[in-house]
C-alpha cells in the first residue's frame, strides 16, 4: 500500500502551502512565449472545478482539451473529486477513424461529465464543464471525504495498435508507486528540468510527461505534439534555450530529429551538453537510430549516455524498466534496462507459463503495485496468469532477461513463423531502413497466410521508387535476418497505418494491403502481387472525380506539369503552408469544409479525396450533391 503522502493530490497540496507561486508547468507557444502554471494556482483552479465536478453525476469524467495546462488542471480536478479521469483526442470531425474511436469510448465509459472548451454532439447524456481561468486560483482546497487510495484515478484507453482500445483501469496507488519510480529510475532532482511535447491523451504523455514531474517536484514545460511534429528541431531547440535536463519520445521523434537536421547550419545555437535523460520508449527502440542521432548531434554536445531506452504499457501504468544505454551491441538489440523500483519481472514459455533460463526468450510477465486490475468493462480473461503463487500480468510482448536486464524483442503477435523459423517484424524492418537512410520512413513486415504462405515488407519510400529499389531492399532483408520476402511493396510517406502515438499497425497494414490499397505501389513482382491483392480500392464516383480536381490544384500551387492520384504529396514537396494553401483554394471552389489536417495526414491526392468524401457523408450530405458540386467546379462553373 502506498502511503498517501505520496498520492499526487496531497503532493499537490503539500507543494501548494510551501511554494504557492513557484512554477509547476508552463505552456510555450509558436512565439516562443511562455505562460506558466503554478502549484497555488494549479490547486486553486482545480479544486474549483473539482466541486462542480461532484455535481455532475457518479460517472467518469472524459477529458476532451488540446495539450496545454487546462489539460493539466482537468485531470488533478477529477483527482480530486474522486472521479476517474478518461484522457481523450479533442474531436477532429474531418477524420473518420478518429470520430469512430472516440464514439467507441464514450459507449464502452459512459461518462457523466465531459471536461472540453466547448460542446460536442454524439456525448449522450453528459454534461459538459469548462476549466476555470485565473478567477478561481484562490479557490480553497476542495478534496471529499471518502476518497480511497485505490479507487480509479484513470480509464486509460490503449492506442489500438494490437487489437481494438479497451480502457486499462489505473488507480491512485499505483500512478503513485509508478510515477516515484520513474523520478528514481530517471535520477530526477530538485535541479532537474523537464520538457514534454507528447499527447497527454496517451499513457506515456500523461504519466511520464505530466505527473512524473509532479511526483519528483520538478517543473515541466509542454510544446504542443503539433508544434514538435511540424517542426522537430524546435524540441531540441527548447531543450538549448530552457536548460531542459529531461526529456524523450519515442523511436520515430528521434528519427525525425535526424532527417530535419540536413546540414550544420541546422545545427547552429543548439547546446545539448546539459540533456542528460534523453529517454526513449513507446515503441520498440532501435540502436541504429540512437547510433544515428548521437553522430548528428554530437556537435551539439549530446552525450549518448544520456539516451535512457526504456519499456513499458498502459497495463502496468506506464513504466516497467528503464537504464542509461551502454553503447552499441554487436547483435544490434537495445536492453531496455533494469525493472524498476517495485516491479517484478520474469520471461515465460508463453504456451506453458513455465520460466525461461537467462537470456532465452519468452513472453514477459511483470508483478508489483503498479499493475493494473484490467479493463472498463471488457473481458480481462487471458490478462493475467499465475507463477509460483503469484498473479502475473501476461504483456503479450517478447523478450529476455540478462545480467538483470530486460530486452524487449517484439510483440508476440508481429512474430513472422516462416519454413520453421521466427522472425520479429521490427528485426526485418531493421535491414531495410537502414538502406535507404533518410530516404525510408515507416515499415510493416507481415505474413500473408495461404497454400504458399508468403513475407511480405511494405515500406514507405521518399522519392523515386523503382522495382530495382524493391529488389535491393529484399536482398538487404534476405542479408540482414535470413528471411527471403515474397514480395517488396513501395509506397508513398504516410501510407503505411500508424497508432496516433506512433506505433505501427502492421496488422492494420496487412488488412489494407489484402483490401488492394496499395494497387499502385512499386513491387519487385508484379505477379505475385496481382495473387495476394484484391486489386484497387473500389472509388465511388464522387471520390474519383474530386481526386482529379485535387490533383489539378496541387499542381497549380507546386507550379509543376502534372499530379497523379497516388503521388506522393511530400515527394511533390507539398509542405504546410502549400496544404493550406491548396486545402483553402479547393474550399473556396466547392463551398465544402476541406480540413488542413485532412490534407496534412494523408499520404497522396486520392486518399485526401477519400477521407474528406467520407467527412461529408458522415455530415449528412447526399453523395450525389458532393458529386454535382465537384463536376460544377471541374467545368468551370460557379459553385452553388
Request: charged share 20%.
Amino acid at each position: 500500500m502506498i502511503e498517501r503522502a505520496h498520492l499526487l493530490v496531497d503532493i499537490l497540496r503539500s507543494r501548494a502551502e510551501r511554494e504557492p507561486d513557484a512554477t509547476a508547468y508552463e505552456l510555450v507557444g509558436r512565439d516562443g512565449q511562455t505562460t506558466e502554471l503554478s502549484y497555488g494556482s494549479l490547486a486553486g483552479r482545480a479544486s474549483a472545478l473539482a466541486g462542480q465536478l461532484t455535481r455532475c453525476g457518479d460517472g467518469p469524467a472524459l477529458l476532451l482539451y488540446p495539450a496545454g495546462l487546462e489539460y493539466v488542471v482537468a485531470v488533478f480536478a477529477a483527482f480530486l473529486a474522486g472521479r476517474p479521469v478518461i484522457p481523450a483526442y479533442p474531436p477532429n470531425q474531418s477524420s473518420l477513424p478518429d470520430r469512430a474511436r472516440l464514439a467507441g469510448i464514450v459507449e464502452d465509459a459512459r461518462p457523466s461529465v465531459v471536461l472540453a472548451p466547448e460542446q460536442h454532439a454524439g456525448m449522450g447524456e453528459a454534461s459538459f464543464l469548462t476549466v476555470p481561468g485565473v478567477e478561481a486560483e484562490g479557490t480553497n482546497w476542495f478534496r471529499p471525504p471518502g476518497a480511497a487510495d485505490q479507487q480509479v484515478g484513470i480509464i486509460q484507453y490503449t492506442s489500438g495498435s494490437t487489437g481494438n482500445p479497451r480502457g486499462v483501469l489505473v488507480r491512485h496507488d499505483s500512478i503513485a508507486a509508478n510515477t516515484a519510480a520513474i523520478a528514481q529510475a530517471f535520477g530526477l532532482s530538485e535541479s532537474s528540468r523537464g520538457m514534454t511535447w507528447l499527447p497527454p491523451y496517451h499513457d506515456m504523455g500523461l504519466i511520464g510527461g505530466l505527473l512524473a514531474p509532479m511526483s519528483a517536484g520538478i517543473p515541466v514545460r509542454i510544446m504542443p505534439p503539433e508544434d514538435f511534429l511540424k517542426a522537430p528541431l524546435s524540441w531540441l531547440r527548447q531543450i538549448t534555450e530552457h536548460g531542459v535536463t529531461v526529456s524523450g519520445g519515442p523511436d520515430f521523434a528521434y528519427q525525425l530529429c535526424v532527417r530535419r537536421a540536413h546540414d550544420d547550419a541546422s545545427l547552429e545555437g543548439l547546446d545539448l551538453s546539459g540533456w542528460s535523460v534523453a529517454f526513449s520508449g513507446g515503441e520498440t527502440v532501435k540502436q541504429q537510430t540512437m547510433e544515428a542521432f548521437a553522430r548528428r548531434f554530437a556537435p551539439a554536445g549530446f552525450d549518448p549516455g544520456a539516451f535512457v531506452p526504456c519499456y513499458g504499457l498502459a497495463e502496468a501504468t506506464l513504466i516497467v524498466s528503464a537504464g542509461h544505454w551502454a553503447g552499441p551491441t554487436s547483435d544490434g538489440t537495445a536492453s531496455c534496462g533494469a525493472p524498476v523500483d517495485g516491479q517484478r519481472v520474469t520471461v515465460v514459455d508463453p504456451d506453458t507459463g513455465a520460466p525461461r533460463q537467462e537470456g532465452q526468450e519468452g513472453e514477459i510477465w511483470i508483478a508489483g503495485p503498479h499493475i493494473t486490475p484490467g479493463y472498463h468493462r471488457a473481458d480481462s480473461t487471458g490478462l493475467f496468469g499465475e507463477l509460483d503463487g503469484e498473479t502475473y500480468l501476461r504483456t503479450g510482448d517478447l523478450g529476455y532477461l540478462r545480467a538483470g536486464e530486460l530486452t524487449v524483442t517484439g510483440r508476440a503477435k508481429d512474430v513472422i513463423v516462416f519454413r520453421g523459423a521466427n522472425h520479429h517484424a521490427s528485426d526485418v524492418e531493421a535491414p531495410a531502413l537502414e538502406l535507404l537512410g533518410r530516404r525510408g520512413g515507416t515499415a510493416a513486415a507481415f505474413l500473408v497466410d495461404g497454400p504458399s504462405a508468403c513475407p511480405v515488407l511494405v515500406m514507405e519510400v521518399r522519392g523515386e521508387r523503382t522495382s530495382e529499389l524493391a529488389a535491393r531492399v529484399r536482398a538487404a532483408v534476405l542479408a540482414g535476418t535470413g528471411l527471403p520476402l515474397g514480395l517488396v511493396v513501395l509506397v508513398p510517406p504516410r501510407a503505411v497505418p500508424r497508432t496516433s502515438s506512433g506505433k505501427v499497425r502492421r496488422s492494420h497494414c496487412r488488412e489494407k494491403f489484402l483490401a488492394g490499397a496499395y494497387a499502385d505501389a512499386i513491387v519487385d513482382d508484379p505477379e505475385r502481387f496481382g495473387e495476394l491483392s484484391a486489386g484497387g480500392p473500389s472509388l465511388s464516383a464522387a471520390t474519383d472525380e474530386l481526386t482529379t480536381l485535387i490533383c489539378g490544384i496541387v499542381a497549380a500551387v507546386r507550379d509543376i506539369p502534372e499530379c497523379r492520384p497516388t503521388d506522393g504529396l511530400i515527394d511533390l514537396g507539398l509542405d504546410s503552408v502549400l496544404a493550406a494553401e491548396a486545402a483553402a483554394v479547393l474550399e473556396d471552389a466547392l463551398q465544402l469544409p476541406v480540413p488542413l489536417g485532412t490534407v496534412l495526414s494523408a499520404a497522396n491526392p486520392q486518399d485526401v479525396a477519400n477521407e474528406l468524401v467520407k467527412g461529408w457523408l458522415a455530415d449528412g450530405r447526399a453523395e450525389d450533391a458532393v458529386l454535382d458540386r465537384v463536376l460544377t467546379v471541374i467545368k468551370g462553373e460557379a459553385a452553388a
